[in-house]
């Protein structure tokens, strides 16, 4: 078996310095299925990479990382829609780009996210009110198990707050190859979060993909310059009732109530509540502008990052009640975890 050799720093945001025993660079679909299948069956399976802003690398992987870089959009429409064929390794932020300089509205709230289009499905991607599930036509990916190509509809992918089946019944089994979007002709903005709302009656995607941009770049930290992978933790749903319970202990707490009749608090309000801006173990520490999002200082090593995760899930837990749930997918030595903290 040959040594843990190639350095994984510069291909996970959080710049966690694991290595790997074998990388390998897939430019065509044809390479990604040659290598996809070759090593499915190493007794450590394959970890599929795009850009490498939502996974932790705990220790070095005993097997080989395929790095999904397969390019091409294509673009077709009909009377009141264009469908785009995107493959998997494009960048989902150059993406975005295109389809605003082809006119092509309907992206814009999910400008500025990092990673390829090919991750995009996997944990449903959102921000400002859109999810990627709102523009999906269909997925197609390489079945591990069997060889077998496999196109799911929409509705196939089960889509939900950050989940699809890839995190289900798939997980691990499942490359993303392309994915289909459909973007409708009649756009309508979508501006119900905050920092959009200054936008009514003038609103056009340049406007709203400028305003994205900016917020975004003034609140979140660039992983090319302070080491992340976005929001740490997803936002725990609780019912109307524990809502009510919190509201009288923490006046200002926020929450946003659901179509189930449930309440979606905003993780990163609890953990501010708690005085844990700022505060650090080793080198990973809670982002100053963003509780949410835990930062490498520079140094910072994978136990650091899960004793700063542990720290934050139990005060949480011990105030608010809540179980606080990672968002980053992590991986050890031999494959994925599931349940870290
Ligand atoms: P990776 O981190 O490389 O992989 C993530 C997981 O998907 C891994 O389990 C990997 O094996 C799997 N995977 C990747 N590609 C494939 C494929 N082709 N087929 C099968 N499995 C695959 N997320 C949001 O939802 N909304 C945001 O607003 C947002 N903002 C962010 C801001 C910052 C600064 C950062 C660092 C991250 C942010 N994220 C956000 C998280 C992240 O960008 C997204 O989850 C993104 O989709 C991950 O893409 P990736 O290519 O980097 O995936
Ligand atoms: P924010 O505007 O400070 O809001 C805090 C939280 O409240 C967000 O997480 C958001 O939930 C929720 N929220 C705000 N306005 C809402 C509304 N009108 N209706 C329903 N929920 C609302 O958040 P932020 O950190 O600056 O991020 C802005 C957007 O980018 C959010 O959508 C966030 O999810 C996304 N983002 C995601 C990541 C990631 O890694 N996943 C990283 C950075 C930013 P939701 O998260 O459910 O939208």
């Known amino acids: 078996m040959s040594s843990i050799s190639t350095s994984l720093i510069r291909f996970n945001t959080f710049g966690l310095p694991a290595r790997c025993r074998q990388l390998v ?9 040659a290598a996809c299948m070759q090593h ?5 399976p394959p970890l599929i990479l795009g850009g490498g802003s939502n996974l ?8 080989t990382v395929i790095k999904v870089e397969t390019k091409g959009i294509t673009v077709s429409e009909d009377s009141e829609h264009y469908r785009l064929t995107v493959a998997a390794g494009e960048s989902w932020h150059g993406l975005v780009e295109f389809c605003l300089q082809q006119n092509i509205a ?4 999910l400008a500025l996210i990092p990673g390829t289009v090919g991750a995009a499905p996997i944990q449903n991607i959102g921000a400002y009110g859109v999810e ?8 197609e990916y390489l079945d591990l198990n069997t060889g077998k190509l496999v196109r799911l509809s929409h509705d196939e992918c089960q ?5 699809s089946v890839f995190k289900g019944a798939l997980r691990g089994r499942a490359v993303v190859l392309q994915v289909g979007i459909v973007l409708t002709k009649c756009w309508q903005p979508n501006l119900t979060y905050g920092p959009l709302q200054s936008l009514a009656g003038q609103a056009t995607p340049q406007a709203v993909f400028d305003t994205v941009c900016r917020v975004r770049s003034e609140k979140l930290p660039a992983p090319e310059q302070m080491g992340n992978v976005g929001s740490f933790f997803e936002n725990p749903v609780v019912s109307a009732e524990h809502f009510s319970q919190l509201q009288q202990r923490y006046a200002n707490i ?5 179509p189930s009749g449930e309440v979606k608090l905003a993780a990163g309000w609890l953990i501010d509540s708690l005085g844990l801006k700022g505060y650090s173990v080793g080198g990973a520490a809670v982002h100053q502008q963003q509780a949410l999002v835990l930062v490498n200082r520079g140094n910072a090593t994978s136990s650091d990052v899960l004793g700063l995760a542990r720290l934050i899930c139990q005060r949480v837990k011990a105030a608010f009640e809540v179980e606080l749930v990672m968002e980053p997918r992590v991986y050890a030595a031999r494959g994925e975890w599931s349940n870290v903290l």
């Not at 660079?25 to 299925?33: G, N």
């Not at 932790?56 to 097997?63: I, K």
């Not at 926020?254 to 659901?258: A, M, N």
């Open 25 to 33: 660079l897939a430019r065509t679909q044809a390479e990604l299925m």
């Open 40 to 44: 499915a069956v190493d007794d450590v």
């Open 56 to 63: 932790l690398l705990l220790e070095d992987y005993l097997g």
């Open 106 to 109: 309907g992206l814009e709230n």
């Open 132 to 139: 990627f599930a709102a523009v999906c036509d269909w997925v």
């Open 159 to 163: 889509f939900s707050y950050r989940y």
């Open 254 to 258: 926020v929450g946003y109530p659901q």
